[in-house]
């Protein structure tokens, strides 16, 4: 069967489309006539399409329409809430997920486009078999209010693939796509350097 | 039953006291379980989006939300009471309608369907400008404080006269007279987790998940706005995504969400969007000042006289004129403050409210002093120990200056200011800056269960920051009854429990130490009244051992824990304490000092600040959770970095709007930009001795003036105004060079 959302082959990035009016505006440089070009946009976006979604290590079954981003389906439909709503352009990494590895904030993806990849949330871990980089966290304190956390776990588990040898400069440098207010970088950093040690592995 | 005399074992029996230990919510929180208010899903609710004002004045012309109510998925259209047609807006961002949607996708769009107009008014932001806003009818009435003068006015005097030729005497009498203007911005409050709730209303009962600082102080608003007994209103909150001081009221977005939920019968989620969190939901005032200070040679301050001004908003305010000058008084002084009214939200408390902009204020200047004098800004500063004015000694400020100055290298490291030698384009420096706080003790109930198979459980309304006041109530009790950490179980986060004051102006861990050391001292005496008989001993006789009840100095006599608690027969032991601010206690105290100083490199050529090291020396009485503490202070410094270098809010003149209310132009620090950050908490035995002091606010204090100071130390230039953007040191410098 053909899968409707696939054949756009479109890697939606702009805010502007996710909240809806970006849809509008396209739609009416394509066929003219503002009312008609939004009410068929309106109703392009709201289209539901069945896909199936690989979450930590699981097949889920979802419907989304064309512009629900990923960060909603995990939060909403799935209840995996640890990547979090903090900035709608990604420039918090708060919602940082990894897909097929890579990580990627989960607000400025949408969801169809996540079909067929391998997305992992904080969540493939739980407090009763954490991994070594939450054990690392908490030993070193580094989280306060803990609203950030999550998408630096998932940035650290990242970068620590990358680098596992990685010096304090360059953690420093590594982990600049997220950010936390309570500021926790102090320990944060101490953390990592303690991971790359091999720490949080006993 | 005896009297229980409260008191903390000493330093030397303490076994879990002022140690360092992990958090009890730290994996929870880590691995993403933690559900914040943001993250509760209930079945069937609705997702509430706003049409926000798009302009810093206005006024409303036309509301029409019905093309809203025909998008697929909307359900429910709220107008704001501050809205409809016809209403003026003061500010940029107010909420003016709310969409109730079967999900966001769908509010967002009602949002955007509904056909809205206005007409733009007189806008006015410029607060900086203290002419500007005379000239645009901005400014408030000046206030004075009573000026402090070696003479005094006579009978017959004009005032005004008076203190105007007193002030000159003054001034000629001095070796040395610096002025100077300096400035910090309005910034933002910016919790990753904006202000909302998820609540839901059912048989006349509204269970509301708030994020909040006040756990058991918001239900009275929405009962009262709901017309219900406060009874019928539970508050939870067991995580909070950051709150500084912005969080203690359910905010009308709250009440209008309570509405919403009765209304449609249905759960509402209703949460701010990140532009709106920065526009309204908290910001800090702005405070601008003019000073000339006077002193002697060798850089002891005699005079002070200043004029400021600032912003909280659109009801005017400013940095209080209490506070300045900052910890250190001239002998003679006088303070003048007006405040300007700009089309912005008006401000909430932020962390330690007025004190770090009066600490800019002042001690910026103090620093100039010591670049005039061609001295040691340390010098300056431990010269003027003598004229601090705080709830903390003054040989404490002394003690922890010469520690600190140790722990930064400032003997080898310091030079003259502008003198210090230059790498390529990249100059050093340092700079002082020291704070007071009050940080007391709030009000706080406990309720103590010890139950008969030997588990200790907890309940109190109070709420955890991220402060780890979770962790702090489980350490008290604790140690209290020889168990571990893991032995107790904490519930807080929950209005049905007994009160707890809200978490305001580090007041919470004194609180809550005062609650659970209390409940625990009186459930323990009650707990020896059970198991003397047992043992063949008086209940004054008992004393608690790790994981045991035994006879003083018998350690043959004992029984395990669970043991003991096996007598309390079928039914637990409960007991209540409580603890009201202000009461005078042996476990608890208020006034702290702290000081701090900055290593920065400054690149003439880019402007560039770069944090090398930073040194702070804070004082708090007690420590409970060394770990939890130093991670306090390490995140108030960062806060500090934060404000004195990178985050303004920015407000387009001639609209009004908040052009940088996004995280990817609201510049905070990221992981690369702090340093190196070398914490000391200052905690001899007189200090331990005064109990528990609350630590939030005061090393988030002195920071921006530490910061400038160190800029200015290493450029020879003041770069008055914070933050210390590349464009702002570049302008200081382009000045300098240009008079010079």
Redo the contacts between chains.
């Keep these: 069967m053909k899968d409707p959302g696939k054949s756009s082959g479109m890697h939606f990035h702009r805010r502007a489309f996710l909240q809806g009016s970006g849809a509008v505006a396209a739609a009416t440089a394509i066929s003219g006539g503002a009312a008609e070009a939004a009410s068929r946009a309106s109703r392009l976006v709201r289209s539901k399409t069945q896909i199936t979604l690989h979450v930590n290590g699981s097949d889920h079954q979802v419907a989304v329409e064309p512009r629900d981003t990923l960060l909603d389906v995990l939060r909403y439909q799935l209840d995996l809430t640890a990547a979090k709503p903090v900035s709608s352009d990604g420039s918090s990494g708060a919602s940082t997920v990894l897909v097929d590895g890579k990580p990627m904030t989960a607000s400025t993806l949408l969801a169809i486009a996540c079909r067929g990849k391998k997305i992992e949330t904080c969540e493939s871990v739980s407090s009763h078999h954490p991994d070594r980089i939450c054990r690392t966290f908490v030993k070193h304190d580094s989280l306060q209010c803990g609203f950030c956390t999550p998408g630096f776990v998932v940035a650290v588990r990242a970068f620590l693939k990358r680098h596992p040898d990685a010096t304090r400069e360059q953690i420093r440098q590594g982990l600049n796509g997220n950010l936390c207010r309570c500021g926790t970088y102090a320990d944060m950093i101490e953390a990592v350097v303690d991971l790359v040690k091999g720490g949080g592995n006993g | 039953m005896a009297k229980t005399g409260y008191a903390w074992p000493s330093r030397e029996k303490s076994r879990l006291l002022g140690k360092s230990h992990?958090?009890i919510?730290?994996?929870?929180?880590?691995?993403?379980?933690?559900?914040?208010t943001?993250?509760v899903?209930l079945k069937n609710q609705l997702i509430v989006k706003c049409l926000s004002a798009p302009f810093g004045h206005l006024r409303i012309t036309k509301l029409d939300t019905a093309p809203a109510k025909e998008?697929?998925?909307v359900v429910e259209v709220l107008v704001f009471p501050h809205a409809g047609v016809g209403k003026e807006i003061q500010w940029d961002g107010e909420l003016l309608v709310a969409v109730a949607a079967e999900?966001?996708?769908?509010a967002?769009?009602g949002v955007?369907a509904i056909r809205f107009d206005y007409e733009k008014l007189d806008v006015f932001t410029n607060e900086e400008d203290l002419e500007a806003a005379k000239a645009a009818g901005r400014t408030m009435r000046t206030r004075s404080s009573e000026p402090t003068t070696e003479r005094e006015p006579g009978d017959d005097d004009d005032e005004d006269e008076f203190y105007e030729a007193e002030f000159k005497r003054l001034f000629d009498q001095c070796d040395v007279v610096v002025e100077g203007f300096y400035g910090i911005p309005v910034i933002t409050h910016?919790?990753?987790?904006p202000h909302g709730s998820t609540l839901e209303y059912k048989d006349g009962k509204l269970r509301v998940y708030l994020s909040t600082q006040n756990v058991s102080g918001t239900d009275d608003g929405f009962a009262k706005a709901l017309e219900m007994g406060a009874d019928q209103v539970e508050v939870i909150c067991q995580?909070?995504?950051?709150g500084?001081g912005s969080k203690f009221s359910p905010g009308y977005w709250g009440i209008a969400a309570a509405r919403l939920a009765k209304s449609t019968g249905r759960p509402i989620k209703f949460?701010l969007?990140?532009d709106q969190e920065l526009k309204i939901a908290g910001n800090r005032p702005s405070g601008y000042i003019k000073v000339r200070l006077g002193a002697d040679k060798n850089g002891e301050i005699k005079v002070w006289d200043s004029h400021q001004w600032g912003t909280s908003g659109y009801r005017g305010g400013g940095v209080s004129d209490r506070v300045v000058p900052y910890v250190i008084q001239a002998p003679s002084r006088r303070v003048r403050a007006t405040p300007i009214k700009v089309n912005a939200m008006q401000a909430a408390a932020w962390r330690a409210p007025n004190h770090p902009q009066a600490c800019v204020m002042t001690q910026c200047a103090l620093d100039d002093l010591a670049a005039r004098l061609g001295i040691s800004s340390l010098d300056v500063f431990l010269r003027n120990v003598k004229h601090i004015s705080s709830r903390q000694k003054q040989e404490v400020y002394a003690a922890e200056l010469k520690r600190a100055a140790e722990l930064i290298d400032w003997k080898s490291k310091w030079h003259p200011h502008g003198k210090g030698p230059a790498k390529g384009s990249v100059v050093e420096g340092l700079g002082i800056a020291l704070h007071t706080w009050g940080g007391t003790a709030n009000n706080s109930e406990c309720r103590l269960r010890i139950y008969p198979d030997g588990g200790v459980e907890s309940f109190c309304g109070t709420q955890d920051?991220?402060?780890?006041t979770r962790t702090v109530c489980a350490l008290v009790l604790a140690e209290t009854f020889g168990l571990n950490v893991e032995d107790v179980r904490v519930n807080i986060g929950d209005s049905k429990y007994p009160p707890s004051g809200a978490s305001g102006g580090s007041t919470t861990v004194g609180a809550v130490c005062e609650s659970h050391r209390r409940a625990a001292q009186d459930a323990l005496a009650r707990l020896f009244e059970t198991v003397a008989p047992k043992l063949s001993a008086k209940p004054d006789e008992l004393e608690v051992g790790v994981g045991c009840i035994r006879v003083k100095g018998k350690p043959d006599r004992s029984l395990s824990w669970r043991e003991a608690c096996a007598l309390l027969g079928l039914k637990p032991l409960e007991v209540t304490a409580s603890h009201k601010r202000g009461a005078a206690s042996p476990l608890s105290d208020e006034g702290v000092g702290g000081v701090q100083i900055a290593h920065v490199a400054v690149d003439r050529d880019t402007g560039v600040v770069r944090m090398k090291q930073f040194v702070a020396v804070q004082d708090m009485g007690l420590i409970v959770n060394r770990?939890?503490a130093?991670?306090q202070v390490?995140?108030?410094?960062?806060?500090g970095i934060?404000y004195a270098l990178f985050e303004e809010r920015i407000l387009d003149p001639s609209t009004g709007q908040f052009v940088n209310a996004?995280?990817?132009d609201y510049k905070?620090?990221?992981?690369?930009d702090?340093g190196?950050?070398v914490v000391d908490l200052y905690e001899p035995e007189d200090q331990r001795a005064r109990g528990v002091i609350g630590l939030g606010e005061p090393p988030v204090i002195s920071p921006g003036a530490a910061i400038s100071n160190a800029v200015c130390n290493a450029l020879g230039v003041r770069v008055p105004v914070l933050p210390l953007t590349p464009k702002r040191v570049l302008d200081a410098i382009r000045q300098a060079n240009g008079r010079g």
């Design positions: 992990d958090r919510d730290g994996l929870v929180k880590a691995t993403g379980e933690a559900k914040y943001y993250d899903n998008i697929p998925g999900s966001e996708s769908a967002r769009e955007q910016c919790c990753l987790e995580y909070i995504g950051g500084f949460m969007d990140r920051l991220g402060t780890g770990k939890t130093t991670s390490h995140g108030a410094v960062i806060m934060a996004e995280l990817a905070l620090p990221r992981i690369g702090v190196e950050i």
